[in-house]
């Protein structure tokens, strides 16, 4: 069975809001759930948390599209404390949590 055109591109974000949706609930157990639309990043010109802080949502997933590196840091955690080299395509999903942002989801491209 053939996906249409717009099944392909739209599926990507579908998987991520549903990914955001079960975080949400099983971690946090369903408080606040508000959440925006994927954003998309170059890390290597664009400062993550001035694009999180611009969505005024408690929950964003984050498409990376040049390759870059995101520092660990106190405004903005990631997942096992260390820098990551992020790829074009790499999804990352970031929650406010006491008014800073941290990394609660990590999809990594092939």
Same mark, same amino acid.
């Given at each position: 069975?053939?996906?249409?055109?717009?099944?392909?591109?739209?599926?990507?974000?579908?998987?991520?809001?549903?990914?955001?949706?079960?975080? /949400?609930?099983?971690?946090?157990?369903?408080?606040?759930?508000?959440?925006?639309? %994927?954003?998309?990043?170059?890390?290597?010109?664009?400062? @993550? @948390?001035?694009?999180?802080?611009?969505?005024?949502?408690?929950?964003?997933?984050v498409?990376?599209?040049m390759?870059?590196?995101?520092? /660990? %840091?106190?405004?903005?955690?990631?997942?096992?404390?260390?820098d990551? /080299?992020?790829?074009?395509?790499?999804?990352?999903?970031?929650?406010?949590?006491?008014?800073?942002?941290?990394?609660?989801?990590?999809?990594?491209?092939?």
């Open positions: 069975m053939k996906l249409s055109r717009n099944a392909k591109q739209n599926g990507g974000t579908g998987i991520i809001a549903i990914v955001a949706l079960l975080i /949400n609930v099983l971690v946090f157990g369903g408080a606040e759930l508000e959440y925006a639309d %994927s954003i998309e990043i170059d890390v290597s010109t664009q400062d @993550v @948390v001035l694009m999180l802080e611009a969505t005024g949502k408690n929950i964003v997933p498409v990376i599209t390759a870059g590196v995101i520092c /660990n %840091s106190d405004d903005l955690p990631l997942q096992g404390g260390m990551l /080299n992020a790829l074009a395509g790499d999804v990352l999903i970031f929650r406010k949590e006491d008014n800073h942002w941290e990394e609660v989801g990590r999809y990594l491209a092939d």
